[in-house]
């Protein structure tokens, strides 16, 4: 089989003692068996390996994406959470009226160092230029990510505890045990004619059952 030689591949790294970004050529020679997914299958040093070659920018960008996806999720469940935990906190369902404050989630992000210089560049035009390491930032947004799951997790398992609670609550104070949602239909055109609302907070829900039927 061929062999696939990469002189031009470098690796990336931060040393342990310096900010300083370096930047070493590295050797990406392996004995193509076959493909395999978006890499090969080969042999290297005795070794059956399994090689990739990423486009750092690409791999940044990837991770850049899954994180915007995973703080979506958490601001979505976070708010159900608060939402659930507001309701049961209502007098109404048996609650205290008290709302202990969940920890926030705004700012969770480190801060990157970025190097900022202002001045003129080479064709006289005024310029504002930032730099940042490029390792430490995939580093950061992969430790992000765990960050990210974690919380996730944590505000998931809550919410599902809280939404057992309440939907007995519910029941209790002659309420359906889950939120009642809207009811209408889609016309050919894709418009929504809506024939009943939903309920937004607990004055909804009591105002909604007593009408049905």
């Given amino acids: 089989m061929k062999k696939i030689i990469s002189t031009a591949a470098i690796f990336f790294f931060v040393g342990c003692a310096t900010t300083e970004s370096r930047v070493q050529t590295i050797n990406t020679e392996i004995d193509i068996k076959e493909k395999a997914g978006d890499g090969v299958l080969g ?11 990423v486009n750092p920018a690409d791999e940044l960008r990837s991770q850049q994406w899954l994180n915007n996806y995973l703080q979506n999720e958490l601001a979505s469940e976070y ?20 709302i202990t404050p969940l920890p926030e989630i705004d700012n969770m992000k480190p801060v990157e160092e970025v190097k900022e210089e202002f001045g003129i560049d080479q064709e006289g035009n005024l310029r ?13 947004e992969r430790r992000f990510e765990k960050t990210l799951r974690k919380m996730v997790k944590v505000v998931i398992n809550n919410l599902e505890e809280c939404e057992i ?14 939120r009642i949602n809207a009811e209408g239909y889609l016309t050919p055109k894709g418009d929504w004619v809506e024939l009943r609302r939903g309920e937004q907070n607990l004055d909804d829900a009591f105002e909604l059952s007593s009408k049905t039927p």
Avoid: H, W
């Fill in 79 to 98: 708010y159900n959470l608060k939402l659930c935990r507001r309701d049961l906190a209502d007098p109404r369902l048996g609650g205290s009226g008290d």
């Fill in 43 to 53: 042999i290297r040093e005795n070794q059956a390996i399994l090689q990739e070659e």
């Fill in 128 to 140: 504002i230029v930032k730099r940042s390491l490029f390792l430490k930032k995939l580093k950061t």
């Fill in 165 to 178: 609670k309440m939907r007995r609550a519910r029941v209790k104070a002659g309420l359906p045990a889950e």
